[in-house]
């Protein structure tokens, strides 16, 4: 994410039956990490509903928060809003889109999931083919984010 306070930034995570959208939030530390509200949303859930989950996401990503001292109350809801007990099994079964928001433009960076395991491990942005367009309607930005995670390997 930016430094630029005036930038926002959200997680948007693909599962075979539901998203989980979630804003990406600096810690006092300095470091950006997913944060709550995870929000599940079914997988057939129409642009509108999730360019406006995606959009509340992002103007959550605003505000601060104490840098993490227990990892597992960061993770734990995350976990449950994917429906899965694990990292292992949330990384095996996850797509990534990043996506940044300023003042007029929004940026989709899919990603490519090296996996749980190795020194790749992890997810990857792939900013050769990110996604930059004008902020729309709801719809519009949840047509885009479509478009975007076919972009993830």
């Not at 979630?22 to 057939?44: H, W, Y």
């Not at 999730?50 to 001292?69: E, R």
Request: net charge positive; with cysteine.
């Amino acid at each position: 994410m930016n430094s630029n306070a005036s930038v926002s930034a959200a997680s948007v995570y693909r599962f075979k039956d539901r998203w989980i959208v979630s804003p990406d939030k600096r810690t006092t530390a300095g470091l950006v990490v997913s944060s709550e509200p995870f929000i599940a949303l079914p997988l057939d859930v129409n642009n509108d509903d999730l360019g406006s989950i995606l959009m509340k996401a992002l103007a959550l990503s605003k505000s601060p928060m104490p840098h993490p001292v227990d990892w597992k109350s960061i993770t734990a809801p995350r976990l449950a809003a994917a429906g899965v007990k694990s990292e292992r099994t949330f990384q095996l079964n996850a797509a990534l889109v990043q996506v940044t928001c300023d003042d007029q433009y929004l940026t989709f960076t899919p990603t490519r999931n090296s996996g749980a395991v190795g020194e790749s491990k992890g997810f990857h942005a792939l900013p050769d083919v990110a996604v930059k367009t004008l902020i729309g309607s709801d719809a519009t930005v949840g047509e885009v984010l479509r478009r975007a995670f076919s972009k993830c390997s």
